[in-house]
């Protein structure tokens, strides 16, 4: 069976077919960023009409790859959610338009559910169930996965995520948007010791639930950055400031979950997975840790053909011929 994945829920077009024997066989995949640069974010309706520009090249580019025909696809996993509304519609209406004219199922696929299943796409020695982090510009979340579409939340931010404190504090400094990977690249230990900084908070670190606090710690880079006098060196130590203090309390929060769960594989997914230094450091808990390749720790239609194999081996389809998305929808079943 082939799988073909659909993913335009922000920013990135995604396309992929995933066999059921093979693996993943095609990926193609396009980036707006520099379309958004102008405007220090994602302009949703520029991002809208992008998607409807690239999806059907992608698409072309994508059964190239897998040196197959639409004939040859079985069912097609699209995101429903969460994400922009309108970048949305433009990949569910394509993809059960296109599964009702092929007469094959449609999957209606959860964004963060595929997210989580990423490195499992990559490495099948990962089983429910395990502790995910959940770390990206739009989420921050420990999740304990207990089987496929079956997820209990032990904690997540009050308020910025992670990969937002990271782009908002590198905007602070006058860093280019998507800044959070070049925050990260300047972030200099040397450069923070002869700085005479301390050492930035570890926001809720004293308190014993799961939950995370970034605003804070980006407004206290505010601050810092404000005394400075501005120049490269300073970038330098406070960016080394601030991702010390979110790795850290990323680290221990996940280390107290590990023994509180007694989770014996640790699964980090989302953009901010692809942090070297969150790496690193995930290393030193007492369990197994995986990441997705660098590939697809941001969002890729990969993922999505995954999930969407996943729930079609389950026999678990979009029976619904209308077309609907959710821009909020929580992973967590209440």
């Not at 997210?115 to 395990?130: D, K, T």
């Not at 010791?193 to 710690?217: M, T, W």
């Amino acid at each position: 069976m082939r799988v073909l994945g659909i993913e335009s829920s922000c920013d990135e077009t995604g396309i992929a077919i995933y066999c059921q024997d093979k693996g993943l066989i095609a990926n193609a995949l396009f980036s707006q960023i520099l379309a958004h640069q102008a405007y220090g974010g994602v302009v949703p309706e520029l991002a809208s009409r992008d998607h409807v520009r690239k999806i059907i090249p992608l698409l072309e580019e994508a059964l190239t790859q897998a040196n197959c025909q639409l004939a040859d696809i079985d069912a097609i996993a699209y995101t429903a959610g969460p994400g922009l509304i309108g970048a949305l519609l433009v990949g569910a209406s394509f993809a059960k338009s296109l599964a009702f004219s092929l007469e094959i199922p449609a999957i209606a696929v959860h964004h963060l559910e595929a997210h989580l299943l990423a490195a499992q796409m990559e490495n099948p020695a990962i089983q429910f169930p395990f502790l995910a982090l959940l770390v990206s510009g739009g989420h921050t979340q420990l999740i304990w996965a207990k089987q496929l579409g079956d997820y209990e939340l032990l904690g997540e931010t009050i308020d910025d995520a992670a990969g937002e404190a990271f782009d908002k504090t590198a905007k602070i400094m006058g860093i280019p948007y998507p800044g959070g990977k070049a925050l990260s690249e300047l972030a200099d230990e040397q450069a923070f010791q002869q700085s005479g900084l301390k050492p930035f908070p570890r926001p809720l670190l004293n308190r014993p639930d799961f939950n995370f606090s970034f605003s804070g710690l980006k407004t206290h880079c505010l601050y810092a950055y404000e005394r400075s006098i501005q120049d490269d060196s300073a970038k330098k130590a406070i960016a080394y400031a601030f991702q010390t203090a979110v790795v850290e309390t990323l680290v221990e929060k996940c280390r107290r979950a590990v023994v509180h769960t007694g989770a014996t594989q640790l699964v980090v997914a989302g953009g901010v997975a692809a942090n070297q230094t969150l790496r690193t450091q995930l290393h030193s808990i007492a369990c197994d840790v995986y990441f997705p390749s660098l590939a697809f720790c941001t969002d890729n239609g990969a993922m999505i053909a995954y999930t969407g194999m996943q729930y079609l081996q389950q026999h678990q389809i979009d029976t619904d011929i209308a077309i609907q998305v959710k821009a909020r929808w929580p992973l967590v079943k209440t």
